[in-house]
């Protein structure tokens, strides 16, 4: 196992941006032994057609990450509660703003 | 005011673009599915698209300075190897990954030299070919730069291979830079420089990759020139045997 880890390319998660102004979008990832290749190798796997006018990459083991089983803890309890949500609320006919201002 | 070109020196010329990017390409084209690693795999295939791409732009232009009605494949398929002109760097087997990387930087070290000139050359269709061809050719400098560097600093074993390129690959690049008559004209009408006056620049930018990937610039003075001239190395005849075949047997074939 230590073995392989010695000769495998680290993996690079990649982002790319369809256009100026737009967020930077998990595109896939790719082997690379340092972060310049791994732009490279990124811009011809995932722009070969011009999809991106901008990559960033970042080392796969450099992102924290949630883990299935955190799934209950972290994300359940916002189900549950539909109070928590503006639309749970229903404005009343009377409370308009003429009303109050009266 | 400059004289207007012979037609056929332009041909000639454009021609010699051609042929130097549509042999380098199909070379490359053999990595496809033989890459060392998968990403490594599609960036060849990617500039070996890039260059057929370029070879297609400039037949269709020697097409219509010959105004013989003929096409792209006319030029590509129906040609012997005595009137193929490309540089004999092109055509010489890609070695092992080493080999085909050192190549790529000696070849797009000329070619981004060379289309720069060329993009502001007075014969607009050239340089509007040569302009979009430059970008490419940026890319691949960039991409076998960063690869020479990495294999002569990477081990020893990639620091030998490296050395094992050079030995390969370094006799044929004085032919890059040998000017034929054709080209002389092509600068005398102000369209083209001559290869050889990119020489000196081109020697210095590849003295600094070579400085970065620890490998030291070579003192080799054995050169093999004649690619302009149709004198090619043993390997043309056996790209265009591969390319070449199935239009020959079955002319005008499509699928």
Request: charged share 25%; net charge negative.
């Amino acid at each position: 196992m230590s073995d392989n880890k010695d000769k495998n390319w680290p993996s690079w998660e990649v982002f790319t941006q369809v256009k100026s102004g737009a967020p930077h979008e998990h595109a896939g990832n790719v082997h690379a032994p340092d972060s310049e290749l791994a732009l490279q190798n990124a811009r011809d796997v995932y722009s070969r057609r011009n999809e991106a006018m901008s990559i960033w990459v970042v080392k796969s083991d450099q992102i924290t990450a949630t883990s299935p089983s955190d799934s209950g803890p972290f994300f359940e309890p916002s189900e549950d509660k539909i109070y928590r949500t503006p639309n749970y609320y229903k404005i009343k006919e009377k409370v308009k703003y003429e009303s109050i201002t009266k | 005011m400059s004289p207007s070109p012979n037609k056929e020196a332009l041909l000639q010329y454009c021609l010699y673009l051609a042929d130097n990017s549509l042999i380098l390409g199909h070379r490359l084209s053999e990595w496809c599915g033989h890459g060392p690693i998968l990403e490594e795999d599609i960036a060849l295939a990617n500039i070996s698209l890039d260059l057929i791409g370029q070879s297609r732009l400039f037949y269709s232009y020697a097409a219509e300075v010959e105004g013989l009605n003929k096409s792209e494949d006319d030029y590509a398929y129906f040609r012997d190897a005595r009137q193929f002109r490309n540089a004999l760097l092109c055509e010489i087997p890609n070695g092992h990954f080493g080999t085909s990387i050192l190549r790529q930087l000696l070849f797009s070290q000329y070619a981004c030299l060379l289309f720069e000139k060329l993009s502001q050359s007075t014969d607009t269709k050239l340089a509007a070919i040569a302009s979009k061809s430059l970008k490419e050719c940026l890319y691949h400098l960039r991409h076998s730069s960063e690869w020479t560097i990495r294999l002569g600093c990477g081990t020893e074993e990639s620091h030998s291979k490296m050395l094992e390129a050079i030995e390969a690959v370094w006799r044929y690049h004085k032919d890059l830079f040998a000017d034929d008559h054709f080209e002389k004209e092509m600068k005398s009408s102000g369209i083209a420089p001559l290869s050889s006056s990119l020489y000196n620049e081109w020697v210095e930018k590849i003295k600094i990759v070579f400085d970065l990937a620890s490998l030291a610039f070579p003192d080799q003075t054995f050169n093999v020139i004649g690619g302009r001239d149709g004198k090619h190395t043993e390997h043309l005849g056996y790209i265009l045997a591969d390319m070449q075949f199935v239009q020959r047997a079955y002319p005008g074939g499509e699928w």
